[in-house]
């Protein structure tokens, strides 16, 4: 134990900045159904480097395709021109050479080679010998310098190779430190291992091999991806890997906001990430990958910082009773409180005051009423649902500014959709046209005309979900829940009817309503 502690402390102060490579673009697309375009690539690139501040950026496989190469080439012309060319990555192969000729051929002068780390591998995949192994390894690695390019080695399947053939692994990075290699990254390939495997490994192998940069690769079939990186740090690694949303093989590799937060709050060391920049960065993964983030995911989950408990939102309001390190505001983000059946006077209270409003004690207990019966019956209540149970449980009519009197859209097949709008603004009737890729877009060409007549700067739309309940027939009731950005404020609306874009319609008029 007394040992173990040591060695701990000695890796410990052997670094106090800990390296972050993303591989999103790389491993993350290996993530059933995902494809990134040219042009995501190279959006996702700008933002990991110049807003997450990545310290590498693993981009692609060589080799992969024609698409791959230009995806890669345009990432070379922007990373020269904006400084970050030695960061960008790219995985290559045992193959005598095609890598080298295609980083050469795109502009890339990183390569991260996969070589076997374990024996099984070895000798049942390439049936060769470790002697034959190293020998085409060290070919590459002379190669590649002479080329002017760096190559850090991984070892696939090193975890299953150091639990069944630790001599191998010992042989492999003995050999490996004689090269010209930067780093051994130490991939859970399978993601097989438990947390105290992984830290006793590193430990062993940062003190057999203390002159050599270690990173960790995990993967996360058990669900320990996060602190199975926690644990590799803490013997002894200097470099781990992750991707944004958790992308990646099966079920993904480490999350890279759940990893930084966790070095940064119980590991107590530093990492080069802007935390503030983590969960807008997460919001366009998610658009452009077509998975969707779990509202409950650690950091850049939806519904984190939401607090629906009526207990917590009293105690936060008596002194932060509820609050942990993760503030919402190291990430750039506001702690709301929901409102439900299990919402109290201080959920509402919280609400009310974001919005301006203010009732009597006997008003807020019956609107509060009102609100956790409408949560008993399963139904969703948002805080700008607010001013129209006010109205409703008050029995005050409900002044809508703007109403819209008649929505027309014409679309078809071999036509550009087409949407008549008349609406009410101040007593005064307005009749407008616009034209647009869908219905929808139509219909809110049309708005922003009349907005731009009326000098109404309009809320930008950020998110727009459309949900039907499961086994819904052709005529079910269809929820648009569409998601508004308007002066640093987010606003959700939600529209209910049996018709997709009339639903959209309906949310957009309740957002006009809420702004004016």
Same mark, same amino acid.
């Given at each position: 134990?007394?040992?173990?502690?040591?060695?701990?402390?000695?890796?410990?102060?052997?670094?106090?900045?800990?390296?972050?490579?993303?591989?999103?673009?790389?491993?993350?697309?290996?993530?059933?159904?995902?494809?990134?375009?040219?042009?995501?690539?190279?959006?996702?690139?700008?933002?990991?480097?110049?807003?997450?501040?990545?310290?590498?950026?693993?981009?692609?496989?060589?080799?992969?395709?024609?698409?791959?190469?230009?995806?890669?080439?345009?990432?070379?012309?922007?990373?020269?021109?904006?400084?970050?060319?030695?960061?960008?990555?790219?995985?290559?192969?045992?193959?005598?050479?095609?890598?080298?000729?295609?980083?050469?051929?795109?502009?890339?002068?990183?390569?991260?080679?996969?070589?076997?780390?374990?024996?099984?591998?070895?000798?049942?995949?390439?049936?060769?010998?470790?002697?034959?192994?190293?020998?085409?390894?060290?070919?590459?690695?002379?190669?590649?310098?002479?080329?002017?390019?760096?190559?850090?080695?991984?070892?696939?399947?090193?975890?299953?190779?150091?639990?069944?053939?630790?001599?191998?692994?010992?042989?492999?990075?003995?050999?490996?430190?004689?090269?010209?290699?930067?780093?051994?990254?130490?991939?859970?390939?399978?993601?097989?291992?438990?947390?105290?495997?992984?830290?006793?490994?590193?430990?062993?192998?940062?003190?057999?091999?203390?002159?050599?940069?270690?990173?960790?690769?995990?993967?996360?079939?058990?669900?320990?991806?996060?602190?199975?990186?926690?644990?590799?740090?803490? &013997?002894?690694?200097? /470099?781990?890997?992750?991707?944004? +949303?958790? *992308?990646? !093989?099966?079920?993904?590799?480490? %999350?890279?906001?759940?990893?930084?937060?966790?070095?940064?709050?119980?590991?107590?060391?530093?990492?080069?990430?802007?935390?503030?920049?983590?969960?807008?960065?997460?919001?366009?993964?998610?658009?452009?990958?077509?998975?969707?983030?779990?509202?409950?995911?650690?950091?850049?989950?939806?519904?984190?910082?939401?607090?629906?408990?009526?207990?917590?939102?009293?105690?936060?309001?008596?002194?932060?009773?509820?609050?942990?390190?993760?503030?919402?505001?190291?990430?750039?983000?506001?702690?709301?409180?929901?409102? &439900?059946?299990?919402? /109290?006077?201080?959920?509402?209270? +919280?609400? *009310?005051? !974001?919005?301006?409003?203010?009732? %009597?004690?006997?008003?807020?207990?019956?609107?509060?009423?009102?609100?956790?019966?409408?949560?008993?019956?399963?139904?969703?209540?948002?805080?700008?649902?607010?001013?129209?149970?006010?109205?409703?449980?008050?029995?005050?009519?409900?002044?809508?500014?703007?109403?819209?009197?008649?929505?027309?859209?014409?679309?078809?097949?071999?036509?550009?959709?087409?949407?008549?709008?008349?609406?009410?603004?101040?007593?005064?009737?307005?009749?407008?046209?616009?034209?647009?890729?869908?219905?929808?877009?139509?219909?809110?060409?049309?708005?922003?005309?009349?907005?731009?007549?009326?000098?109404?700067?309009?809320?930008?739309?950020?998110?727009?979900?459309?949900?039907?309940?499961?086994?819904?027939?052709?005529?079910?009731?269809?929820?648009?829940?569409?998601?508004?950005?308007?002066?640093?404020?987010?606003?959700?609306?939600?529209?209910?009817?049996?018709?997709?874009?009339?639903?959209?319609?309906?949310?957009?008029?309740?957002?006009?309503?809420?702004?004016?």
């Amino acid at each position: 134990m007394n040992a173990d502690r040591a060695v701990n402390q000695k890796a410990k102060t052997r670094q106090n900045r800990v390296e972050i490579m993303d591989t999103t673009l790389r491993d993350g697309e290996q993530t059933h159904n995902v494809a990134f375009s040219s042009g995501e690539k190279l959006q996702l690139s700008k933002l990991l480097l110049e807003k997450v501040n990545v310290d590498r950026l693993e981009i692609a496989s060589a080799r992969v395709s024609k698409g791959e190469e230009y995806s890669v080439k345009k990432i070379v012309e922007w990373a020269k021109g904006a400084g970050f060319l030695q960061r960008l990555e790219i995985l290559s192969f045992v193959d005598g050479g095609k890598s080298i000729a295609w980083l050469q051929e795109t502009g890339i002068q990183n390569m991260n080679l996969l070589t076997k780390g374990s024996l099984k591998h070895l000798e049942g995949q390439l049936r060769k010998t470790p002697k034959i192994h190293f020998s085409e390894i060290h070919k590459l690695i002379e190669s590649a310098s002479d080329e002017g390019i760096e190559t850090n080695v991984y070892l696939e399947d090193w975890s299953n190779g150091y639990r069944d053939s630790r001599d191998y692994v010992y042989e492999m990075i003995e050999f490996l430190t004689t090269t010209k290699a930067k780093r051994i990254m130490l991939p859970d390939t399978l993601g097989v291992l438990y947390p105290s495997q992984v830290k006793a490994a590193l430990t062993d192998l940062t003190a057999r091999f203390p002159d050599t940069h270690f990173d960790f690769h995990p993967h996360n079939d058990y669900g320990l991806g996060t602190i199975n990186v926690l644990e590799a740090i803490e &013997g002894g690694a200097h /470099g781990v890997h992750v991707t944004m +949303n958790c *992308l990646g !093989e099966r079920t993904g590799n480490a %999350s890279l906001a759940e990893v930084v937060a966790g070095i940064h709050d119980h590991l107590k060391l530093k990492t080069n990430i802007n935390e503030k920049a983590l969960y807008n960065v997460s919001r366009v993964v998610e658009t452009f990958s077509g998975k969707r983030l779990a509202a409950n995911s650690p950091i850049v989950g939806e519904d984190v910082f939401t607090q629906t408990a009526g207990i917590h939102a009293d105690g936060d309001k008596k002194g932060g009773l509820y609050h942990n390190p993760l503030q919402p505001q190291r990430f750039g983000r506001k702690r709301s409180y929901s409102l &439900g059946k299990l919402s /109290g006077k201080a959920s509402l209270e +919280n609400n *009310l005051k !974001e919005l301006g409003l203010e009732l %009597s004690d006997e008003n807020r207990e019956k609107v509060l009423r009102r609100i956790i019966e409408l949560g008993d019956q399963k139904k969703t209540v948002t805080p700008e649902d607010l001013p129209f149970i006010i109205a409703d449980v008050l029995n005050i009519a409900a002044e809508n500014k703007i109403s819209f009197q008649k929505v027309v859209i014409t679309s078809g097949k071999g036509i550009s959709p087409v949407c008549s709008l008349t609406l009410s603004y101040q007593n005064k009737e307005s009749r407008v046209t616009g034209s647009g890729d869908g219905g929808y877009d139509a219909f809110m060409t049309a708005l922003r005309i009349w907005a731009a007549d009326a000098e109404f700067t309009m809320p930008s739309l950020t998110d727009y979900e459309i949900r039907i309940p499961p086994g819904g027939k052709t005529s079910a009731l269809v929820e648009c829940k569409i998601t508004w950005q308007h002066d640093q404020k987010v606003l959700i609306t939600r529209g209910v009817d049996s018709d997709q874009v009339m639903a959209a319609v309906s949310a957009t008029e309740k957002m006009l309503n809420l702004v004016l």
